[in-house]
T-cell receptor
């Protein structure tokens, strides 16, 4: 158990819908990262937050947004969902800007 | 833009034999990580390599880092079935962003 909690574990929804994925980092970790893993694209970095502020952006679509709240949990919002958004979404945390990432179990999103 | 390449992408290993897999990266970095992922599961941290020449060993796995060559190797000694998984390397780039390779899927056969 990495200490990073993600909910929901599985989510099935329809095209055009909107979903929110939630992540609670390890106790004391200030940085939260979101990654998307699909079969054809591998592990893609989406966005990073550090202590409530956006720190880095990767290949995140405009239909996707995220935030980190004062209690350090983070949410990833995916809207106008398309079939191609079906993937495993991982959240990871680390204490500061260095050190290894600790990954949650992931949220598997299926868009039908 | 930092690129991380792993090869081969798939490796079928025979039980009991030794193998080496590679991770190359394109820009200077002194921090490299190896992760393991079982199918449908999360990523588990294996090694953190923090400096040139760093070598870490855990069980049948040994990882090393050559920052001058921008290369890390993961050596597998006497492969066993339990080592079957996908192994990712990741490198820290700008803004502390961790960039992952595509992963190498190892399959150990009897």
């Amino acid at each position: 158990d990495s200490g990073v909690t993600q909910t929901p574990k599985h989510l099935i929804t329809a095209t055009g819908q909107r979903v929110t994925l939630r992540c609670s980092p390890r106790s004391g970790d200030l940085s939260v990262y979101w990654y998307q893993q699909s079969l054809d694209q591998g592990l893609q970095f989406l966005i990073q937050y550090y202590n409530g502020e956006e720190r880095a952006k990767g290949n995140i679509l405009e239909r996707f947004s995220a935030q980190q709240f004062p209690d350090l949990h983070s949410e990833l919002n995916l809207s106008s969902l398309e079939l191609g958004d079906s993937a495993l979404y991982f959240c990871a945390s680390r204490p500061q800007d260095t050190g290894e990432l600790f990954f949650g179990e992931g949220s598997r999103l299926t868009v039908l | 833009e930092l690129k991380v390449e792993q090869n081969p992408l798939f490796l079928s290993m025979q039980e009991g034999k030794n193998y080496t897999i590679y991770c190359n990266y394109s820009t200077t970095s002194d921090r490299l990580y190896w992760y393991r992922q079982d199918p449908g599961k999360s990523l588990e941290s294996l090694f953190v390599l923090l400096s040139n020449g760093a070598v870490k060993q855990e069980g049948r796995l040994m990882a090393s880092l050559d920052t001058k060559a921008r290369l890390s190797t993961l050596h597998i000694t006497a492969a066993v079935h339990d080592l079957s998984a996908t192994y990712f390397c990741a490198v820290t780039g700008a803004n502390s962003k961790l960039t992952f390779g595509k992963g190498i899927t190892l399959s150990v056969r009897p």
